[in-house]
């Protein structure tokens, strides 16, 4: 399905953005010092946020069950608390995130995933350094709305949903880490999997404790929003990755364990709904024991 997404986006939306420009280009990484090449990439990338999560969630949801609001938990958090939690928790994870992504680096990668790396780092500075214009809020719109809206939807409004309410409901905090995994294994960056996983289950348990896909959405937008102003700070000199302490950054992990406990004892009675009885059998998840 991705394949085939990807390949009708190649051929119909990227001559719409790349003035002329062979599609292949996008995937060269020498291609990336041409700011036409980064912009139509950028424009392929919020096409593709919308096809590969928003609609296929949106989808389900509607297949799925009689509400879409209520099967995603696009509902706000029924206690207020949980907006000031999920606020300090992410604050307190992204400098523990600094330390895992250390431990992370040093793990011996191949090769080939030293080059997969190499390209990713390319692509994301060429995106972040068109910053003037249209190009600073294309960097907003896609890397902290719709990055955070796109994935929280599809990674714990359905799947994280589907795991915990199903395969794993009695061990929810065993769906939260492999639904975690998965979403950092789907990224495909090596370096950053440690880190990923860890934000990934931090987002997963505050979902499901407040009950709210929107206490979610906010952590996900944050901590993108707060790691591109740290490359921004880094860019102009604010301070650079070696004056951060590793002994200093982890004390954050613990930290963030309070907020995940504090978010346990105020947690919102989780569960989706049985599916009401459906004669017409338009959901797909109706008439199922």
């Not at 041409?34 to 297949?63: D, E, G, M």
């Not at 589907?162 to 065993?174: F, M």
């Amino acid at each position: 399905m991705f394949a085939l997404l990807n390949g009708a986006l190649d051929t119909f939306i990227t001559p719409l953005f790349a003035d002329g420009l062979e599609a292949e280009a996008l995937g060269d990484v020498a291609s990336y010092s041409n700011p036409t090449i980064v912009r139509a990439a950028k424009w392929i990338q919020l096409i593709s946020q919308i096809f590969f999560f928003f609609l296929p969630s949106v989808l389900f949801a509607y297949l799925a069950f009689p509400s879409i609001k209520d099967y995603l938990k696009l509902n706000t958090p029924k206690k207020n608390i949980h907006w000031l939690y999920a606020i300090l928790l992410i604050v307190a994870t992204i400098p523990f995130l600094g330390f895992l992504e250390y431990i992370n680096k040093l793990i011996p990668l191949s090769e080939t995933l030293l080059a997969v790396e190499e390209t990713a780092k390319v692509m994301t500075e060429a995106f972040l350094q068109d910053s003037a214009g249209i190009g600073g809020i294309l960097n907003v719109v896609i890397f902290v709305l719709l990055a955070a809206a796109g994935e929280e939807l599809f990674f714990r409004g359905v799947i994280q949903n589907i795991v915990t309410s199903h395969g794993l409901k009695n061990k929810p905090l065993l769906g939260i880490a492999i639904v975690a995994l998965f979403f950092s294994l789907f990224h495909g960056q090596m370096h950053g999997l440690i880190p990923r996983f860890y934000a990934g289950f931090v987002i997963g348990c505050a979902y499901y404790y407040s009950g709210s896909l929107w206490v979610a959405i906010l952590m996900h937008a944050l901590n993108n929003g707060l790691s591109i102003a740290a490359f921004y700070g880094e860019k102009n000199e604010l301070f650079s990755e070696g004056d951060l302490n590793q002994i200093y950054l982890s004390v954050f992990g613990l930290l963030g364990a309070f907020f995940i406990y504090r978010f346990y004892k105020t947690k919102t009675a989780y569960k989706i709904e049985k599916v009401p009885q459906d004669p017409d059998d338009t959901n797909l998840l109706a008439n199922r024991n």
